[in-house]
């Protein structure tokens, strides 16, 4: 890539939405550290938060198309169970900690980038253009995190407190208890699969087809 194309693909993306993103995640950062330990960092949505900054300060096509294929469905879930909260409605239930005022506004206020990162990213691929490689490369990411917080990370615990346990939802889909629907492995891989088909790859296809290429 010439120094031509670099520059114009930079120029793309306002120099203060860099500096916005940043200054949020030097903030975000050291309060999850203190709040819910490194862990926490292991999370696709936390994941994809640290390969956007670094995306957005080299103009990486790659980086961030493979955080909007990554995060896009997952998030639009959580953005529509949000909305249905404010009602008093659970949908899904990735939402319902944001309504527990057990946790401190300030927390639940962080973490309402899960509500505006899928659209930043939306905006960041169609400046960027969509790099076609990004569903494989993040889909191997995935799987790895995956594999890591099934052997490694803590498993579902009902008095885990602020402690990320079933971290990426590798034991079932509440953090108090395991589910118990299928062996454990069953689960596991049900989720290395299920992810790549039902969640990545239809985001890869609709970047594919209606994103404009990178530069």
């Not at 010439?2 to 860099?18: G, I, Q, Y």
């Not at 969640?199 to 890869?204: E, G, R, V, Y």
Request: glycine fraction near 6%; proline fraction near 7%; charge should be neutral.
């Amino acid at each position: 890539m010439t120094d031509d194309v670099v520059a114009h693909a930079s120029n793309r993306v306002p120099l203060w939405l860099k500096f916005a993103y940043t200054a949020f995640m030097i903030v975000l950062v050291p309060v999850y550290w203190h709040y819910y330990g490194p862990t926490n960092f292991l999370y696709f949505c936390d994941v994809a938060l640290f390969l956007t900054l670094v995306g957005l300060w080299t103009d990486s096509a790659l980086l961030i198309s493979m955080c909007a294929v990554g995060i896009l469905a997952p998030q639009a879930l959580w953005v529509l169970d949000f909305a249905v909260n404010i009602f008093g409605v659970s949908l899904i239930g990735m939402a319902d900690y944001m309504f527990k005022h057990e946790k401190s506004l300030f927390l639940r206020g962080l973490s309402l980038f899960h509500g505006w990162l899928p659209f930043l990213l939306v905006y960041l691929v169609w400046q960027y253009g969509y790099d076609r490689r990004a569903f494989l490369a993040w889909t191997v990411l995935a799987w790895a995190l995956l594999l890591i917080c099934f052997f490694v990370m803590a498993p579902p615990n009902p008095n885990a407190g602020l402690t990320p346990v079933n971290i990426n939802y590798v034991w079932g889909p509440r953090d108090d208890a395991a589910q118990t629907w299928v062996p454990p492995y069953v689960w596991l891989g049900g989720l290395i699969v299920g992810l790549s088909a039902l969640l990545f790859w239809p985001a890869h296809i609709l970047f594919a087809r209606y994103a404009p290429k990178p530069a």
